[in-house]
């Protein structure tokens, strides 16, 4: 029995340690362009995001029904949500995984944001909207300090 569980503590251990095979030139190579162009994607995502919010807040002012533009900020985040699943699960570089842990960290202030934003036009509160734009503020910031390191 306590064999049993030694060599399950001694795995566990080796796992959480980060112990992993070496890797060749070639792949690391190739996980750093995959993961290089998805962190693009995302940016470019990010600038699409940003423009659609725009709209539909231009259009809100302009008489859009609220439930409108809860259902587009909703779709928003949602889309949000699933880029950051995808994210999470990619593999990096060792070089570059502050760079991801900044993406996942901006994509958490944008999801939060986007909430804060959907709680504004549900309750009608300017808390909700000042926070949700100050989220969002420092995702754009995030993003963009990602972006000159992707893109130099």
Request: hydrophobic share 35%; glycine share 6%.
């Amino acid at each position: 029995m306590i064999k049993k569980y030694g060599i399950l503590l001694f795995a566990l251990l080796f796992i959480l340690s980060g112990c992993s095979p070496e890797i060749t030139p070639e792949e690391r190579e190739k996980i750093t362009v995959q993961f290089v162009n998805k962190a693009n994607d995302i940016l470019e995502q990010h600038e699409n995001g940003k423009k659609m919010l725009q709209q539909v807040m231009d259009q809100v002012s302009k008489g859009m029904k609220r439930t409108k533009a809860q259902n587009a900020i909703d779709q928003g985040r949602k889309v949000t949500e699933r880029i950051k699943q995808d994210l999470f699960g990619t593999p990096v570089p060792e070089d570059m995984v502050q760079l991801k842990e900044k993406i996942l960290l901006a994509l958490d202030k944008r999801i939060k944001g986007y909430q804060q934003l959907f709680n504004y036009y549900d309750f009608q509160d300017e808390k909700y909207l000042k926070k949700g734009e100050e989220l969002l503020n420092e995702a754009d910031q995030l993003f963009h300090e990602v972006k000159d390191k992707v893109n130099p």
